[in-house]
């Protein structure tokens, strides 16, 4: 069993009351933190403010050989950590390991950009009171940031927020999952052992209470969120005149026209479907399908599909691991039970597994009518719809038709089509002959409407962690 403390201001701190980390594969206890609380939270902003005096003092290069020392350690170290991703999360050993390796990236990249948060020359003699005048502006750091991360990349998406936040110069206080707070005190663990101030680095594992602390305390100028949209919109309400980064949900869709190569959207849908069972923000949940082709495109599917091995997320040979806990099993199956009454049909899976209680089998249900939560909601599930489209101007009403917005994909052959989703698609990202699962972790990443505000990726979200400072000089003086 694993047992972590949380840490304050770069000090462990262990409590009596715990929170217990659980196996999602066969629902033992794995590990045990420090219950966290809106107390912690005040003694960390306390801690954060001397951090970011000491930030303020490192040069771009010293923040860049910290983080860079900060992905050695990782390296050193990446069995560990993926082994703990798995028993935290549940995906499987193949995944876990292809996470710590992106996390490895997303810290090389942010201290690449801690060498380029640069400034510009501004011509402010080009206004009629300029004339003399000579402008420009830098960016600095907009103060502490409130960091809080979900469940699935429990590692790779804790690096997205608080190696940016160390590059440009901010202390971050950071409330992983309570289901999955092992692997980001191990990171941050990390990040101390490789020079960071002390007072700069907190992690408070806890509840809504500490969440409700960390985005409303008035010393916190950026609060970063990855999650639900109905937790982002109440963090949105709560978190007052504060720069606000949210990555919220979504029910990504891939559009295969009629010219597409079926086989390649097919196994790519598989691919992007069921990765770490369907709970990724960009999974594959809608596939929308020309009618010419919507058989054999079926067919094909659900042949990709057959050829999945699910269970033991420890087995090297597992494509598919469990869901995170019961309670998601129970919800999966009233969706796909409700979207069944209402028409649609299950044409491969669509039960759990009697003897291992959150492996539910990757399924696919076609004919999915719009008013069922399958279409219109998140499924979060090894879940993959199908519906069929006459043509591409309906396809492109079908994926708009929704409260979300953050990637889609569209496998096509004719330029004009493709143009026509990159250019009207209510999304962040277009992704033309792939799915909407592709992420580098180098580009800008987000949505629109109800996925979101702001861009994560290094190089944006160091945006968000820095304010612009203006200068002039009067020479008339």
């Known amino acids: 069993m694993i047992a972590l403390p949380m840490i304050i201001g770069g000090q462990k701190v262990y409590k009596e009351e715990k929170i217990d980390v659980i196996y999602p594969y066969t629902l033992e206890k794995v590990g045990e933190v420090p219950k966290g609380s809106p107390e912690d939270v ?35 170290r990446k069995e560990e950590f993926a082994k703990t991703v798995v028993y935290e999360v ?97 990171l941050c663990e990390l990040f101390l052992e490789a020079g960071v101030p002390e007072e700069a680095v907190s992690v408070i594992p806890g509840y809504a209470d500490v969440g409700q602390a960390m985005t409303t305390h008035p010393d916190v100028r950026v609060v970063s969120f990855t999650g639900s949209l109905k937790v982002g919109e109440i963090i949105a309400k709560q978190a007052g005149l504060k720069k606000i980064v949210m990555e919220l949900g979504s029910n990504s869709a891939v559009v295969v026209d009629r010219d597409a190569n079926l086989e390649l959207a097919a196994k790519k849908s598989v691919l992007g479907g069921f990765a770490l069972a369907g709970q990724v923000c960009i999974s594959v949940q809608r596939v929308l399908v020309h009618e010419d082709v919507a058989d054999r495109f079926q067919k094909l599917l659900k042949e990709e599909v057959s050829k999945l091995k699910f269970g033991d997320p420890m087995d090297e040979n597992t494509d598919v691991g469990p ?74 009403e079908l994926v708009n038709r929704s409260n979300y917005g953050l990637q889609v994909g569209v496998f096509t052959n004719n330029i004009k089509n493709a143009w026509k989703f990159i250019q009207d698609a209510e999304v962040g990202g277009v992704i033309i002959n792939d799915i909407p699962t592709f992420r580098a972790d180098n580009m800008p990443y987000g949505g629109v409407k109800g996925s979101g505000i702001g861009r994560e990726g290094p190089k944006f979200a160091i945006d968000d962690y820095t304010e612009i400072k203006m200068v002039i000089f009067d020479l008339n003086a």
């Open 42 to 76: 005040e003694k960390a902003i306390e801690k954060a403010k001397t951090g970011l005096k000491r930030l303020k003092e490192l040069s771009s290069y010293e923040k860049y050989k910290i983080l860079m020392k900060v992905a050695q350690l990782l390296e050193e």
């Open 90 to 186: 549940g995906k499987t050993i193949r995944e876990a390991r292809t996470e710590v390796e992106r996390c490895i990236n997303t810290i090389i990249f942010s201290a690449e950009e801690a060498k380029r948060i640069e400034g510009e020359y501004v011509y402010v003699d080009a206004s009629p009171n300029g004339k003399g005048k000579k402008g420009f502006y830098f960016r600095e750091p907009a103060g502490i940031v409130s960091a809080i991360t979900p469940f699935n990349f429990p590692l790779n998406l804790t690096a997205h927020k608080i190696a940016p936040s160390i590059a440009a110069g901010c202390p971050f206080i950071l409330k992983p999952s309570e289901r999955t707070p092992l692997s980001p005190i191990m």
């Open 323 to 396: 869901v995170i806990a019961v309670d998601e099993v129970n919800r999966i199956q009233s969706w796909i039970k409700e979207a069944v009454e209402k028409g649609a049909k299950i044409e491969t899976g669509g039960v759990s597994c009697a003897e291992e209680k959150t492996v539910f089998q990757p399924t696919v249900v076609v004919d999915v009518p719009e008013e069922s939560k399958l279409f219109y909601e998140e499924a979060f599930a090894p879940v993959v719809t199908v519906k069929r489209f006459r043509s591409i101007d309906e396809a492109l």
